[in-house]
Nanobody, 114 residues
Framework: QVQLVESGGGLVQPGGSLRLSCAASGFTFSRYAMSWYRQAPGKERELVASITSTGGNTNYADSVKGRFTISRDNAKNTVFLQMNNLKPEDTAVYYC???????WGQGTQVTVSS
């Protein structure tokens, strides 16, 4: 069955970095664009970054441009989100999403606090 398993979240101080991973299984990963979304308490889920199936094109929310980088390794069926210079407003549950035929991971908590 299709699975998306996120990992790498945690507590980090402002200005710090985290690298999220999303391990995919149960489908042909290299055929699908993938995205990272996040949802903060009391707010709607929002797109953070997306990447095409080959990794040739990426897209970012304005709020994370220049700080976050999405990438993928199709040989390892994994998509990554490198997050640098983290801010308290980045605190949220981060979700991995398969595009086209939508499927969501269970999410991983990221907390940015001193």
């Amino acid at each position: 069955q299709v699975q998306l398993v996120e990992s790498g979240g945690g507590l980090v101080q402002p200005g710090g970095s985290l690298r999220l991973s999303c391990a995919a299984s149960g489908f042909t990963f290299s055929r699908y664009a993938m995205s990272w979304y996040r949802q903060a308490p009391g707010k709607e889920r929002e797109l953070v970054a997306s990447i095409t199936s080959t990794g040739g094109n990426t897209n970012y929310a304005d709020s994370v441009k220049g700080r976050f980088t999405i990438s993928r390794d199709n040989a390892k069926n994994t998509v990554f989100l490198q997050m640098n210079n983290l801010k308290p407003e980045d605190t949220a549950v981060y979700y991995c999403k398969r595009e086209i035929i939508t499927f969501w991971g269970q999410g991983t908590q990221v907390t940015v606090s001193s």
